[in-house]
């Protein structure tokens, strides 16, 4: 079989774990939209944003440019899979990502142009890829998300991998078919190895771990008092307060950011890169550079609840400053082999 098909057949297998679910804010639907698909100005966006967290951010670009965006919406791996799969037959011009590990797979393809050097500048060295081949336009961290009537501050762990540990045990929620735990069991196979990562899957099962579809749910959960302590991203606070018509420090749960540059502090991104057939289009790049603009970014802070990845542009209110966290050595570029994580995820037994 062809390398290309045997990465978009994983990359399809992988993608058919978070089907219906909401995480990471990834698509649900594969469909197609856009605004007047006639315009004589439009650019083809695969998207693996969440098209009610991100349209009305792309409707804002066409209002400020008359650039018209053809949306195509699904999740992250599913788009990342029919990239693979088509080619440079492709219609898309931009691939608007939900996590790295995509834009990854995606560039180790070829497919992807080099971006110009004043717009990978514009983003930490951490957050693009070195090549640039691909640029984050926000970022999320993972945390501990818990109840601090059921866990006192003093005893949250100091790594993640304490929490295979007996004082843990029945009381961490997790989403094993969510794409950002894949993604952080990857990071750990990066930073560690596989056996380091096996090892915690291992524990992580026979510690009664409580399973849920999202990440959402997990926080839910936290809150309600269900479970004490939960491994989400540091957005689902801000959603659920929002939800609520509340504020996340109204909320009965606390994030527990981990220290020393734990895998379990991993910061992934959502970021674009760009097709070849579209190196040369001025209305991708005017795209590009608009969501590193500080209206965009801004927008990924106050609405979304992601870190903005440029200077100059505010953090949610209720997280600690990107530059302030200390984030894992990881390249991420490297977390880009899916395939093996979830075939590890399944084999551990927190997936059906």
Known sequence: MPATRRIARALLAASLLTVGLAACGSGEEDKATGSDQSADKQITVYSGRNEQLIKPLLDKFTEQTGIAVNARYANTAQLAAQLVEEGDKSPADVFLAQDAGALGTVAKQGMFSTLPEATTAKVPATYRAGNGQWVGVSARARVLAYNPDLVPADQLPASVFDLTGPAWKGKVGVAPTNASFQAFITAIRVQHDDAKAEEFLRGLKANDPQIRDGNGKILEDVISGAIPAGLINHYYLGEVA???????????????????????????????????????????????????????????????????????????????????????????????????????????????
């Open 242 to 352: 929002k939800e609520q018509g509340t504020t996340p420090d109204a909320l009965k749960a606390k994030l527990h950011f981990f220290p020393g540059g734990d895998t379990g502090g991993l910061v992934n991104v959502a970021g674009v890169g760009v097709l070849k057939r579209a190196a040369d289009n001025p209305d991708v790049q005017t795209f590009v550079d608009f969501l590193l603009g500080t209206e965009a970014q801004t927008y990924f802070a106050e609405q979304t609840y992601e870190y903005p990845v440029i200077d100059g542009a505010p953090a949610p209110a209720f997280v600690p400053a990107l530059a302030d966290l200390a984030v894992p050595q990881i390249d991420l570029n490297d977390l880009d082999t899916l395939d093996a994580t979830v075939s590890m995820i399944k084999n551990s037994g927190l997936v059906p």
